[in-house]
Every structure is written in structure tokens, then in C-alpha cells.
């Protein structure tokens, strides 16, 4: 992880060596931002019947309607602007984060406040299952070298959502993920095998050392 001053390649810190080129960059779309990330559906769900269930248990202990509405203007508000800041949030880092993959290594640029990027070389990468959700979008998600040290808290939202040990990076919400998929392969044919895998399968994976397998 390193902090970085300006961009000379959007979603570089420096211009790329000889012989790296650039094959691939994404970032998350805004609505998997929102509903995988900062759970905004479920949150909205779940203030919406807490502040209904309030107001029904209110209105049979004959409470004044008065006293009932002001109730419901305020937990509304509140609930309203904490919605509000988590919708700003998911477009602030869907904006932010850059995806790159060059022939030689994963770059993940990251963070609204202060801007940081993490450089993953291709052979620390072990292994990276392809997830796609209902919604069209899809996750990446990688496992890297046990000697390759990641830091769950810096690399987040782009990690697996569950704190975990050893960390996974995760390329989250890429509107399109088979692209991407294709890309690592691509990559990873330089220096693994790569062999085709059923989607429908258990555990669909894009690539292992030695033996890189791609979701179709």
C-alpha cells in the first residue's frame, strides 16, 4: 500500500516500465456499491419497520395523534439522513476506486479522503473465484501468497466482506465482470495453465498456480 501525489496513467502512480503494458481497468458500479457494501436496501427496510412498528404501538396506547406525528417526522428525518450519507458514500468510493491490471501486476486505487493504491504482482496471486449476482455485476475475489501481507482495514471496501485471515482482495461490482475475468486469464496464461471451468459449478474459480482455471 502506498500513498501517491499524482497519476501520470489514471489509476497509476507512475508511468509504467518497459515492457508492462496495460490490459484492463474497472471499478464498482454505484448500485453494488449501495447494496453490497453499505447494505442501503436492508438498512431502508429495516428503519422503515421499526419506525412503523413504533408508530402502530403508539397509536394503540391512544397516544395524541399530535405527539404520534411529531414522533414520526423526526425518526423519519433521522433515519432519512443516515440513508442519505451511506448513498453518498457508495458513489463517493465507486468513483474513487480504479481497478488496473497491466501484464505484470493488479493495481487497486482506493480511498475518498486520502487516496492510497496497493500493487499485487500477478505471481503473488494464488488463486481468484468469479462471482456474478443477479443484478448483471460481479466480484472478483483473490487470494493472495502467504508471504504477500495485507491489511483488511486499508484495503477495504475492496476486500471480502467478512473479516478474514489470510485478507482477500476483492474487485467488487464490475459491471462487467466476464471481461475482467477474461483479462486476468489472459494474464495469468503467461506464467500458469489455464483451463476452462462450468459456472454452475460448486466453487467457480478464474485461476490457481499452476493449474489457473476461469468461470465461464
Not at 501517491?4 to 516500465?17: H, M, Q
Not at 466476464?178 to 462450468?198: L, N, P, W
Request: net charge neutral.
Amino acid at each position: 500500500m502506498m500513498e501517491y501525489e499524482g497519476e501520470p496513467i489514471e489509476g497509476l502512480p507512475e508511468v509504467l516500465p518497459e515492457g508492462e503494458s496495460l490490459i484492463w481497468q474497472g471499478r464498482p458500479t454505484v448500485g453494488a456499491m449501495l447494496k453490497r457494501v453499505f447494505f442501503v436496501p436492508q438498512l431502508a427496510l429495516y428503519f422503515g419497520l421499526l419506525i412503523g412498528g413504533h408508530t402502530i404501538y403508539r397509536l394503540t396506547e391512544s397516544v395524541p395523534m399530535a405527539q404520534v406525528l411529531g414522533t414520526l417526522v423526526w425518526q423519519s428525518g433521522l433515519a432519512a439522513t443516515v440513508l442519505l450519507l451511506l448513498v453518498w458514500l457508495a458513489r463517493a468510493y465507486a468513483r474513487s476506486i480504479l481497478y488496473t491490471l497491466t501484464s505484470a501486476r493488479l493495481v487497486v486505487r482506493s480511498g475518498v479522503a486520502l487516496p492510497m493504491m496497493v500493487n499485487i504482482p500477478i505471481e503473488q496471486i494464488v488463486s481468484a473465484d468469479l462471482r456474478v449476482h443477479r443484478d448483471g455485476t460481479g466480484d472478483i475475489l483473490l487470494r493472495a501468497s502467504a508471504d504477500r501481507q495485507l491489511y483488511w482495514v486499508l484495503l477495504w471496501p475492496n476486500v471480502s466482506a467478512w473479516y478474514s485471515r489470510p485478507v482477500r482482495p476483492c474487485l467488487r461490482g464490475l459491471s462487467d465482470p466476464h471481461r475482467a475475468a477474461t483479462a486476468f486469464a489472459g494474464v495469468a496464461s503467461q506464467q500458469v495453465d489455464v483451463v476452462t471451468h462450468d459456472q454452475n459449478a460448486d466453487k467457480p474459480q478464474l485461476m490457481t498456480r499452476g493449474h489457473a482455471v476461469l468461470a465461464s
